[in-house]
């Protein structure tokens, strides 16, 4: 039997999420913005394509500048808003 563990966050907007999967991440909608929460609890948000490129990596857009981050250092992700 497979455990699964609910990581409820509260972020700096008053907002709370409970975060999705890394393993979820593949499935993203890239029409809506999301937040990607580290390893080291650093937030990152903006968009992204759900694909992991051959470094490990995958892209967080949605600003001037895209940037990489390491899919393995991923707890989870969540969308900015509620599906409209």
């Keep these: ?8 966050v509260n ?3 008053g907002s709370r999420r409970v975060l999705k999967s890394p393993g ?3 499935k993203i ?9 580290m390893s080291d609890f ?3 948000e903006g968009y992204s394509d759900g694909e992991v490129d051959e470094d490990g990596d995958f892209g967080v857009f949605g ?4 940037i990489a ?4 250092r991923l ?3 969540c969308y900015v808003n509620a599906k409209k």
Excluded: E
């Design 1 to 8: 039997m497979m455990d699964t563990v609910k990581i409820k």
């Design 11 to 13: 972020f700096a907007d």
């Design 24 to 26: 979820a991440f593949a």
């Design 29 to 37: 909608d890239r029409n809506r913005k999301a937040r990607f929460v």
């Design 42 to 44: 650093k937030v990152y």
């Design 63 to 66: 600003t001037i500048h895209g």
């Design 69 to 72: 981050l390491p899919f393995n």
């Design 75 to 77: 707890l989870g992700w």
